[in-house]
């Protein structure tokens, strides 16, 4: 009804009043903007629709699946990312009062993004057959993030709202630190060394599963964006001219 429409605006405007708003396309005000937002509402807004970004579901992942004689699949479920509540704006281009028209572009950092849940193991080999699950915990520390955003205007109650519909993320860290529990269950020293090597060559590893994990990531990053900016209109994020 018009009474709650009126109070969803009146909200939504005192949520937009504890940020500091800038002019389309000043890049170096909208990154410090943002940064104040991700401070303000890591854990979202109920009130207006602002989702919480500090526990991302993503969808189940399989990095490896090799069929065969000699075979191993594992395949991560229940998954959910943590850590983008601690993340800081670097710089930020490309929203202007067009945004349809180009790309834009966003640099972050963040100093250790989590992601935990559950696996499943399947494998056969010449000595060792395995068939388990357990709880795992992947920590990507010291990560730096580039995304090429494109966007979209569409029109809802004569105002303007972007919607996002692709993004390309390009992915730095200095560790990968994984562990999974009760990989064998029959050995757990296995277990430990299996954890262990992964550990010590995180880099072959990562080189191996990057191009499997970034484009499901990425299905995730696309559906929060398009959950905050479709909450309040895009109009209503700037100065006016």
Known sequence: NKSDVKSLSTHRLSCASDIEK??????????????????????GDAKIGLPSFDNIEVDDITLINSPGPLWISYTLKNQVLKGFENATIISLSGLDREPELNKFEVKLKIPSLVMHGNYELRGRGIIVYTNSSGSTKSD?????????????????????????????????????????DNLFKE?????????????????????????????????????????????????DMFLPD
């Open 22 to 43: 800038c002019h389309f396309g000043d890049g170096k005000c909208i990154a410090k903007s943002t940064n104040q937002f991700i401070r303000r509402y890591a854990k």
């Open 140 to 180: 990507m520390q010291n990560v730096r993030i580039t995304i090429t955003i494109k966007g979209f205007i569409e029109y809802r109650n004569k105002k303007r709202y972007l919607k996002v519909y692709e993004m390309a993320p390009i992915f730095e860290l200095d560790r990968w630190i994984l562990s999974a």
């Open 187 to 235: 050995n757990t020293d296995l277990t430990v060394l299996l954890n262990r090597v992964i550990n010590e060559r995180w880099v072959e590893f990562w080189n191996e599963i990057e191009s499997t994990i970034l484009p499901v990531y990425t299905r995730s990053f696309v559906n929060l964006i398009n959950k905050f900016v479709q909450a309040i209109p895009y109009d």
